[in-house]
């Protein structure tokens, strides 16, 4: 086993002389420095764990050296030798982070209590650092496996919905088969049109549950381009405006003048504004009222704080407490066995993509509103655009 090192600094040789051999009978490989210019040099090349150095010294005293070793390497002990009559500079080397001090003329047994002093709080040290990586390394793999557990459970749920909402398909397409064969069977043209008529509305139902997964599972920055924020609100109202006259459904639009040109991705808020509004329409067509005049309004908003505030409001159904705290979840959807719930979740993925915020309001029977605010990313006047 090698001997530890230990460094000896002292301007005095023959301190150095008698200290030295003291410590090597004591098992320690010692190098020695007469000064502390001279001790620094050694410690950088050696980096010895133990220095014991004179407190007054000529040129670099041993505070200064003691500080400077400290700077370098906070782990390495460092034992003050001093007279009776510096006591004030001994206190002060503790204060340093001495390890300790021990007043001349040096006795072994004085000697050897500082040293057992440094080696017990090396010990310390490093025992600390161990328990501390310890810990640090329990800490990450716990996180690792919360972390995957949380995963494993996100992915169970989504297997879970995602099933459900197949299984839902599945279901349609069955019934539709069934209304088919039974209109072939008894040769009932309105049995015939009635089952593939089913059995279309749910293959399309499986094209758009693909699509929307793969747009949903796209990990794609938006396509900024700088433009006028009622551009998505004029295209998705002249869209929709046939489909909202087929189901009885009155649509608005109401614009905002005073909207700057700025940097957004039209076409991932043309998608979002256009489910909304879809159903926002469906949410009325369902929903038997005779009171009223059933209708859609899409409009935009200029919202302190905010480059734009997009609304989606209906006068229909509604929703209650509970769906409303659901509305968000993946595959979520309040059509039922109608809906797949992917379309609230890319609007939500899009508007979090560029850094918004979506929100709903709604009250059962009275209808809701859905709000998107984009943050400003840069607005110009749009006096200044060509």
Excluded at 206 to 234: H, M, Q, T, W
Aim: proline share 2%.
């Amino acid at each position: 086993m090698m001997a530890e090192t230990i460094l000896l600094v002292d301007d005095e040789e023959g301190i150095r002389k008698v200290l030295g051999i003291s410590l090597q009978d004591a098992g320690y490989e010692v190098l020695t420095a007469a000064s502390g210019e001279e001790a620094l040099n050694v410690f950088r090349t050696q980096k010895p764990s133990l220095v014991l150095t004179d407190i007054k010294m000529p040129g670099m005293d041993g505070i200064e050296l003691l500080r400077k070793i400290k700077k370098e390497s906070a782990d390495t002990e460092v034992i003050m030798l001093t007279g009776h009559g510096d006591l004030d500079l001994a206190i002060k080397s503790l204060q340093c982070e001495a390890a300790d001090f021990v007043t001349k003329p040096i006795s072994d047994e004085a000697l050897e209590i500082a040293l057992k002093r440094a080696h017990d709080r090396m010990w310390m040290r490093r025992r600390l650092r161990e328990y501390t990586e310890s810990l640090e390394a329990l800490v990450h793999e716990k996180t690792q496996q919360l972390v995957q557990s949380e995963r494993l459970a996100a992915i169970g749920q989504t297997i879970t919905t995602l099933a459900h909402a197949i299984k839902n398909i599945i279901g349609g397409l069955s019934g539709g088969m069934f209304v088919l064969e039974k209109g072939m069977e008894l040769s009932n043209e309105e049995y015939r049109a009635q089952g593939w008529d089913m059995l279309k509305g749910n293959v399309a139902k499986i094209k758009n549950l693909s699509l929307g997964l793969l747009n949903y599972a796209k990990d794609r920055e938006p396509d900024f381009e700088l433009c006028d924020p009622n551009r998505p609100v004029r295209e998705v109202f002249n869209l929709m405006l046939p489909r909202a006259e087929d189901a009885g459904v009155k649509l608005k639009m109401e614009l905002a003048e005073d909207l700057n040109y700025t940097l957004l991705d039209p076409e991932g808020i043309h998608s979002c504004l256009l489910n909304l509004v879809t159903n926002a329409i469906d949410a009325c067509a369902d929903f038997e009222c005779v009171n009223r005049t059933l209708e859609v309004v899409i409009r935009s908003l200029s919202v302190d704080g905010w480059t734009v505030e997009y609304q989606v409001e209906d006068n229909g159904c509604g929703m209650d407490a509970e769906t409303r705290k659901q509305v968000f979840n993946n595959f979520f959807s309040t059509k039922g066995s109608k809906g797949t719930g992917l379309g609230l979740m890319i609007t939500r993925k899009v508007i979090t993509e560029h850094g918004g915020a979506i929100e709903l309001t709604s009250e059962k029977g009275k209808g809701s509103i859905f709000a998107i605010r984009l943050p400003k990313k840069y607005d110009i006047a749009a006096s200044k655009i060509d």
